[in-house]
Nanobody, 123 residues
């Protein structure tokens, strides 16, 4: 069974930083891409960032570009989301997800999901 566990969420003030982590365990794909998504109350889940299985390529939503950084050390290591210059509109539950090989911005293309971690940014 594959498990994804996110951590690192919390309550911060606007302008602060947080680093989210996602650890994958169990029998998963040999090479898997990872994505971060978020869902605010009353809104649909939206793409935040994604990284290929090798870490060579990364993708970001326009709303977080130049503020957030997704990273991984290798194909089997945890995946991180460094979030800087946080804004109140970044408040949401953040989910990590995995899929084989290529990264994607579409949540429907991800196979495994974590339970989510809450990020709250106060103004």
């Amino acid at each position: 069974q594959v498990q994804l566990v996110e951590s690192g969420g919390g309550l911060v003030q606007a302008g602060d930083s947080l680093r989210l982590s996602c650890v994958v365990s169990g029998r998963t794909f040999r090479s898997y891409a990872m994505g971060w998504f978020r869902q605010a109350p009353g809104k649909e889940r939206e793409f935040v960032a994604a990284i290929t299985w090798s870490g060579a390529n990364t993708y970001y939503a326009d709303s977080v570009k130049d503020r957030f950084t997704i990273s991984r050390d290798n194909a089997k290591s945890p995946v991180y989301l460094q979030m800087n210059s946080l804004k109140p509109e970044d408040t949401a539950v953040y989910y990590c997800a995995s899929r084989p090989y290529d990264a994607s911005e579409r949540s429907s293309e991800y196979v495994y999901w974590g339970q989510g971690t809450q990020v709250t940014v106060s103004s």
